[in-house]
């Protein structure tokens, strides 16, 4: 039962474009939202996250957006840069990212130069 | 400042063996979580430990075990390791279990024959 879905295994887009990576989830519980980006031979680096009182967050070149009623979010990055080619994991919490993470199963993004 | 380490990097078992994976958590953290990440997956919460004690399982069973020492580094141990048990080990150290705050740490690769 994956309570956290990345339907979108991997994603290429060109440098100076917008990536879009889109996460759907399905118990209405999360309240917090993290996505994390994690490279070879590396832990997962916390990227950006959003409370489930919010609907958008930006953090310099990476904005999440926050769908509640389609229990949907997605990550923006503008523009896309080379270094950015990573796995990409979308997680959610409860008890305001106090609780342990439930974690999508990553895209990758590969951003061409 | 030292990040979260792990050791070994990679290991390779036998089924029926067991196995202690060790972390060293960030400087200043009090909790550490332990995920497991199965191959094309997304890390899955194991348990969680804060000041010392159990803070919080997943879906794991009983020989899947830890410990939070008094510097709060952390091992986990697996007993009667089964093929399945061959994944990436992530260890992650945040203050207070606050996920935002969460440093993983590189893993340990651990391949089960």
């Known amino acids: 039962d994956q309570q956290v879905k990345q339907n979108s295994p991997s994603l290429s887009v060109q440098e100076g474009r917008i990536s879009i990576l889109n996460c759907d989830y399905t118990?209405?519980?999360?309240?917090?939202f993290l996505w994390y980006k994690k490279y070879p031979a590396e832990g997962p680096t916390f990227l950006i996250s959003?409370?489930?009182?919010?609907d958008k967050n930006e953090d310099g070149r990476f904005t999440v957006f926050l769908n509640k009623s389609a229990k949907h979010l997605s990550l923006h990055i503008v523009p896309s840069q080379p270094g950015d080619s990573a796995v990409y994991f979308c997680?959610?919490?409860?008890?305001?990212?106090?609780?342990?993470?439930?974690f999508g199963s990553g895209t990758r993004l590969q951003v061409q130069p | 400042e030292t990040g979260v380490t792990q050791s070994p990097t990679h290991l390779i078992k036998t089924r029926g063996q067991q196995v202690t994976l060790r972390c060293s958590s960030q400087?200043?953290?009090?909790?550490v979580s332990w995920y497991q990440q199965a191959l094309g997956q997304g890390p899955q919460f194991i348990f969680q430990?804060?000041?010392?004690?159990?803070?919080g399982r997943g879906n794991f069973p009983p020989r899947f075990s830890g410990l939070q020492f008094p510097n709060y580094s952390s091992e986990l141990n697996v007993n009667a390791l089964e093929l399945d048990d061959s994944a990436l080990y992530l260890c992650?150290?945040?203050?207070?279990?606050?996920?935002?705050?969460?440093?993983f740490g590189p893993g340990t690769r651990l391949l089960v024959l």
């Open positions: 992650a150290s945040s203050l207070e279990s606050f996920q935002e705050t969460q440093y």
């Open positions: 400087s200043g953290h009090n909790t």
């Open positions: 430990y804060y000041r010392e004690e159990e803070n």
């Open positions: 997680a959610a919490s409860v008890d305001m990212g106090r609780r342990a993470l439930t």
């Open positions: 118990n209405s519980m999360f309240d917090y």
């Open positions: 959003i409370s489930s009182i919010k």
